[in-house]
């Protein structure tokens, strides 16, 4: 049984920052979704291992996320949080090494999610 685990999540104020981490990240291609009140989960970021990522359109440059190897964990770094950030953000991991996607559907493993509160 695969177990991803995220930590980081917490209570911020608009334009600060977290940083989340997802164990383990030995997948080929590995992601970040959240699940914001009254939307469906959505893709935020995503990486595989030949250094390719993606983003969601809303990120905007605000967030990070890489691979750290020495730690096997998964790091997605936020900047400037906004209150419309707030939700529950997991983690993912594909069995495949493929294109770094932001559609759930292509993802075989999930954590149980990393709370995120931003107040205006």
């Known amino acids: 049984q695969v177990q991803l685990e995220e930590s980081g999540g917490g209570s911020v104020q608009a334009g600060g920052s977290l940083r989340l981490s997802c164990t383990p990240s030995?997948?080929?291609?590995m992601g970040w979704f959240r699940q914001t009140p009254g939307k469906e989960r959505e893709g935020v970021a995503a990486l595989n291992n030949l250094g390719r990522t993606n983003y969601g359109d809303f990120v905007k440059g605000r967030f990070t996320i890489s691979a750290d190897n020495a730690k096997n964990t998964l790091v997605l770094q936020m900047y400037d949080l906004k209150p419309e950030d707030t939700g529950m953000y997991y983690c993912?991991?594909?069995?495949?090494?493929?294109?770094?996607?932001?559609?759930?559907?292509?993802?075989?493993?999930w954590g149980q999610g990393t709370q995120v509160t931003v107040s205006s």
């Open positions: 030995e997948y080929p291609t």
């Open positions: 993912a991991a594909r069995r495949w090494l493929s294109s770094p996607f932001l559609e759930r559907i292509y993802y075989d493993y």
